[in-house]
């Protein structure tokens, strides 16, 4: 639970619930991993594709979390679709960022994790398995001609949400003055 919200908060909910209907779009179907057929899905990845293990480390645990392999954000564009997630312990749940400050890629992260955890041997596996299960839930591939219109979509959502928030707060403001701190 966030301790301080801004209109930043609620334009990254909103990219996120446009990055789910596009990867529902391209899924045709609802991935609601918290009920239905959405959570037998994930349920289906997480104990039985990966074992209950994070994808990354392959540490066994019953509080994986879900990790968007091409990361679920205005930036990234990756989809929330069967094809992007992945299960993941909480400590490889923390991406490093590349030195231009952007977060580094799932491969890059992957080897990251393994070098860390002494498994350089284990990568190449690890990562072929990742790919597998990428084409197994058939993620799109989107051209760069997708992936502008999403970019272009998501961004003018971005911006249009801190306006309107920060449109909303003057009208309070104005309304305020108007009738609640309207002299007697």
Same mark, same amino acid.
């Given at each position: *639970?966030a301790v301080y919200n801004t209109s930043s908060d609620s334009a990254n909910t909103a990219?996120? =619930?446009?990055?789910?209907?596009?990867?529902?779009?391209?899924?045709?179907?609802?991935?609601?991993? #918290?009920?239905?057929?959405?959570?037998?899905?994930?349920?289906?990845?997480?104990?039985?594709?990966?074992?209950?293990?994070?994808a990354y480390c392959e540490e066994a645990s019953q509080t994986l979390q879900i990790e968007?392999?091409? *990361?679920f954000n205005r930036t990234e564009f990756g989809l929330h679709h069967p094809g992007n997630?992945? &299960?993941?312990?909480?400590?490889?749940?923390?991406?490093?960022?590349?030195?231009?400050?952007?977060?580094?890629?799932?491969?890059?992260?992957?080897?990251?994790?393994?070098?860390?955890?002494?498994?350089?041997?284990? !990568?190449?596996?690890?990562?072929?398995?990742?790919?597998?299960?990428?084409?197994?839930?058939?993620? &799109?591939?989107?051209?760069?001609?997708?992936?502008?219109?999403?970019?272009?979509? #998501?961004?003018?959502? !971005?911006?249009?949400?801190?306006?309107?928030?920060?449109?909303?707060?003057?009208? !309070?403001?104005?309304?305020?003055? =108007?009738?609640?701190?309207? &002299? *007697?």
């Amino acid at each position: *639970m966030a301790v301080y919200n801004t209109s930043s908060d609620s334009a990254n909910t909103a990219v996120r =619930a446009l990055l789910t209907k596009v990867g529902e779009f391209y899924l045709g179907s609802s991935f609601n991993t #918290a009920s239905g057929n959405g959570k037998k899905l994930w349920l289906k990845i997480k104990e039985q594709d990966f074992a209950s293990r994070c994808a990354y480390c392959e540490e066994a645990s019953q509080t994986l979390q879900i990790e968007h392999l091409f *990361m679920f954000n205005r930036t990234e564009f990756g989809l929330h679709h069967p094809g992007n997630v992945v &299960p993941c312990c909480k400590s490889c749940n923390k991406r490093a960022r590349n030195l231009d400050k952007t977060f580094c890629n799932w491969e890059q992260h992957l080897k990251e994790v393994c070098d860390k955890h002494g498994q350089k041997d284990q !990568y190449e596996d690890r990562r072929q398995r990742i790919l597998n299960h990428i084409e197994q839930y058939k993620y &799109p591939k989107l051209n760069e001609s997708e992936k502008h219109a999403i970019r272009v979509i #998501a961004n003018s959502l !971005y911006e249009n949400i801190k306006i309107e928030s920060e449109k909303s707060l003057e009208l !309070y403001k104005e309304l305020d003055q =108007a009738f609640i701190k309207k &002299p *007697m």
